[in-house]
């Protein structure tokens, strides 16, 4: 009994945590509350400015919606997904890296070197890089 409360209390928490934008910086960014420098914005992603590139092209996609991470996506979200790679290819487009080529990485939880739990893909680029495997 106190066991199946447990897992009903559980699972209502992590669905609160799932909507929770309250305290994001990519949600208050999606808002408008934080500032950034938006390069993209639809009705299902918005796509700015990483405020430390690591290349002369660091942009962030994320989705509108806050979902945590790749680990919290459901199978709903397969088209939002590849809405995102979509529209990663065209900000690459319009910022003059599409020929030379770039790179798409998306950190998942602690140990993937995640800092912010919003789903993000970086879309990394204007230089060449080393390969990330050595
Ligand atoms: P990750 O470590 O993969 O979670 O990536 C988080 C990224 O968000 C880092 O590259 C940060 O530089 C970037 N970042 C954090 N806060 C902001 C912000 N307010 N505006 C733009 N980029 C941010």
């Known amino acids: ?20 934008t309250d305290s994001c910086i990519f949600c208050k960014i999606v808002s408008g509350e934080a500032k950034a420098e938006i390069v993209h914005r639809d009705a299902q992603v918005t796509a700015f400015r990483d405020i430390h590139p690591v290349a002369p092209t660091h942009i962030l996609i994320v989705p ?22 979509t529209v990663a290819r065209k900000v690459a487009h319009e910022e003059g890296i599409s020929r030379g080529g770039y790179r798409l990485i998306t ?4 140990d993937g070197g995640q800092t912010v739990f ?3 893909v970086h879309l990394i680029g204007g230089q060449r890089m080393r390969h990330p495997m050595g």
């Not at 009903?8 to 799932?18: D, G, T």
């Not at 806050?66 to 809405?83: F, K, P």
């Not at 950190?107 to 602690?110: A, D, L, R, V």
């Open 107 to 110: 950190n998942t939880g602690i």
């Open 64 to 85: 509108n919606r806050h979902i945590e991470s790749v680990s919290a996506l459901e199978t709903d979200d397969e088209q939002l997904v590849g809405h995102i790679f």
């Open 1 to 20: 009994m106190l066991k199946a409360h447990l897992i009903h209390l559980i699972s209502r928490l992590s669905r609160i945590r799932h909507t929770m």
């Open 118 to 120: 919003h789903l993000h």
